[in-house]
């Protein structure tokens, strides 16, 4: 809509030919100077950990020889969130934090540029939990626990042991 249009949001239309141009705008954006942000994921995880990435960031980052900068959040789940209803209470903190940036050279195979990516992301989200200034009050709806399917998968990434 019309607060898309006026922030310069790029659309990207996944699993079609509509995604190479949304890459190709996005690549025009930074050879003109400008800040392209990127969700690798490409959806909004139903469990708040970050779901594997697609490889749009890390083709970019060759094509044009830009860092990629993982940058990790944690609150806004509780204002907007896939499947729910909006939440617009005043004074819902968000805790933002940015990652160390990743190079991606043109040598690199997209699919291993990409993990490093979102391991960046992951850790930057991680980060971004553990210092959330807000905490669960009595009666809230659980924004803030892991699904048992996650935290099984975060504790098996944290051990090697998932496949």
């Not at 749009?56 to 980052?61: F, K, S, Y």
């Not at 830009?66 to 509780?78: E, F, N, Y």
């Not at 850790?123 to 699904?147: C, E, F, K, L, S």
């Amino acid at each position: 809509g019309p607060v898309l249009r006026a922030t310069r949001q790029i659309p990207v239309q996944r699993n079609t030919g509509g995604a190479a141009a949304s890459l190709d705008a996005a690549e025009r954006a930074l050879a003109q100077g400008e800040c392209v942000v990127i969700f690798p994921e490409g959806t909004i995880s139903p469990d708040l950990d970050p779901m594997p990435g697609r490889t749009g960031a890390a083709r970019l980052a060759q094509a044009t020889g830009v860092k990629v900068t993982p940058v990790g959040l944690w609150g806004a789940q509780r204002i907007l969130f896939k499947g729910r209803k909006p939440s617009w209470t005043r004074g819902v903190a968000e805790s933002v934090v940015v990652g160390k940036p990743v190079r991606v050279g043109p040598e690199d195979d997209a699919g291993a540029a990409t993990e490093r990516i979102m391991a960046g992301i992951a850790a930057a989200v991680a980060r971004a939990r553990d210092v959330y200034t807000q905490h669960p009050q009595a009666g809230d709806d659980g924004w803030w626990v892991r699904t048992p399917e996650s935290a099984f998968r975060h504790v098996g990434h944290a051990t090697g042991t998932t496949s």
